[in-house]
């Protein structure tokens, strides 16, 4: 699985290039390394559970600069990919840099939940943007209080079968719709 993280300075970053890069390098092995203006792309495809916020947030107290980080989630080839980063990189212009300092498609779609559009749809939705069963499903259990058992009578279908789908979406997306606050956006995306 394909994975990327954008490290964005409010300052030019080729200063602490070399810094950030050898810091990440030591958790993670990078395929390849991008560096713009203002930010540093780093591609990997191992699964991790380092917490980019404690580094990025030690790495801001260690050479006192602003930086901000964003994670994303998995892909299964390099388009998709290179298409997501596209669309994270417009949306990233449209929150305020000090805002936040760990950003991923949560924190993303949370910052920008009054501007909800087709596109972050198509981003957020993956491949069940137009599966009615899945959505239908998700939708009646998250109007069901999250009831599993209540959801899966009013679907006629076993609780393990929804369950089942619950998971699937989850391991899609990144967005687990048992936990309230996943459940929220994606309520409100359903709108």
């Given at each position: ?22 810091i990440f390098s ?129 679907l006629y279908v ?34």
């Amino acid at each position: 699985m394909l994975r990327y993280l954008i490290i964005e300075s409010k300052n030019e970053i080729k200063s602490d290039e070399q810094m950030i890069v050898s810091i990440f390098s030591e958790f993670i092995n990078f395929d390849r390394i991008e560096t713009e203006q203002k930010a540093i792309h780093l591609y990997y495809q191992q699964e991790t559970d380092v917490s980019f916020l404690d580094i990025i947030l030690n790495m801001m107290s260690d050479t006192l600069s602003d930086l901000r980080i964003y994670v994303s989630f998995q892909f299964d080839n390099e388009f998709d990919l290179n298409t997501h980063k596209d669309f994270i990189q417009r949306k990233l212009q449209m929150i305020p840099f000090n805002k936040y300092v760990y950003l991923d498609d949560k924190v993303i779609l949370k910052a920008l939940l009054d501007k909800v559009d087709s596109e972050m749809k198509k981003f957020i939705f993956r491949k069940y943007l137009n599966d009615s069963v899945m959505q239908e499903s998700i939708k009646i259990y998250l109007e069901s209080n999250q009831n599993m058992s209540l959801a899966a009578k009013k679907l006629y279908v076993h609780r393990n079968t929804l369950i089942q789908r619950l998971d699937k979406f989850h391991q899609t997306t990144g967005f687990d719709v048992r936990v309230f606050s996943d459940a929220y956006l994606i309520y409100h995306l359903m709108k």
